[in-house]
């Protein structure tokens, strides 16, 4: 691909400026120009598919507050146990860490202040429609079903249900503006081969040490392992880490190899996340490391809590 064509995810909306998933981070980030809006899934108590990154709810709302008794024996309040009429009346907050007080990112915009609710998936998907309408432009859009194991011993099958509601939305081809991810590899051959999903799907790929799935995502990262992600998915989205490392002899960027091997198999690759608070070493802006990315790893796109910068380090 050329350097101009490289796609740029806002990841949860443009989250970087305004708290995660909501409506009106969906909206900045497609108005920062965005070519996809990426979105997380997970199930409520009734069945309601819903737009948040966790399975827990308490550290990006105000759960703990609204209903103090419904946590698990962890302590944790969980999505599942929630009907959506409940969940749409928590307010949404920038993200905090396990204290629930202090916020994973402190230049972002201020926890606790704001009236901010939970999308559904239809709602959000409906809204971005609405928005390429009026706008004239077609913003894409990139899901990932959450922890589909759990959510299948909880009682939900988080997969079937997603591809329904997509199927209803008109979601159904390689053709549409339409990307589903998943990082258990059982699972992503299991949409693409029991549940017939023709969409263009992503394998998703962390650390071994870090996994929540069986998934052994070292194996995945070989010549051979790429070859066998080719044969249900598009592409992959790997960490950083994974596509460039820090040079032994100057301490300089350098490529893992990864991506290269990746566009022999055939798979496009989207590394996850480019954040003004994490730069790699070696780098002095999210604008220079997204530049180096593109050009000198050829990259396919990018997740970035960050559209407008990634948008500005490319020549379009």
């Known amino acids: 691909m050329s ?19 909501t409506l009106e981070a969906t909206a900045y980030g497609h108005a920062l120009g965005a070519d996809y809006i990426e979105s997380d899934i997970v199930v409520t108590r009734d069945d309601q598919l819903i737009v948040v990154h966790d399975i827990q709810l308490e550290r990006v709302t105000n759960v703990a507050d609204r209903f103090p008794d ?29 204290d629930g007080k202090t916020a994973v990112f402190p230049s972002r915009f201020p926890t606790g202040i704001g009236q901010f609710s939970v999308p559904t998936v239809r709602e959000q998907i409906k809204f971005i429609q609405g928005m390429n309408r009026s706008t004239g432009r077609d913003v894409g859009i990139f899901a990932e079903v959450k922890k589909t194991a759990w959510h299948r011993k909880e009682g939900a099958d988080i997969s079937a249900l997603t ?11 390689r053709d549409d503006n339409f990307y589903l991810q998943c990082f258990d590899a059982d699972e992503t051959r299991r949409i693409r081969r029991e549940l017939g ?11 071994n040490i870090a996994a929540e799935t069986p998934t052994d995502y070292a194996a995945m990262r070989t010549p051979g392992g790429l070859r066998e992600i080719a044969r249900f998915a598009e592409a992959i989205g790997p960490k950083i880490a994974h596509v460039a ?6 301490g300089q960027p350098v490529s893992t190899g990864l991506v290269s091997a990746a566009h022999a198999a055939g798979l496009e690759v989207i590394p996850w996340t480019f954040r003004v608070e994490e730069l790699m070493p070696g780098f002095e802006s999210l604008r220079e490391m997204t530049a180096w990315f593109n050009e000198v790893l050829d990259i396919d796109g990018v997740f970035t809590d960050f559209p407008d910068t990634a948008l500005a380090a490319i020549p379009r």
């Open 3 to 21: 350097a101009d064509d490289l796609m740029v995810i806002a990841h949860r909306g443009a989250s970087g400026y305004l708290p995660e998933h």
């Open 70 to 98: 419904r946590h698990r024996r962890d302590g944790r309040f969980y999505a599942r146990d929630f009907d959506l009429a409940e969940i749409k009346s928590l307010n949404v907050r920038e993200r905090r860490r396990s």
């Open 163 to 173: 591809l329904q509601l997509l199927d209803d939305l008109g979601f159904r081809t």
């Open 197 to 207: 999903c023709e969409l263009k799907i992503i394998q998703l790929i962390d650390d």
């Open 245 to 250: 490392r820090m040079g032994e002899i100057d």
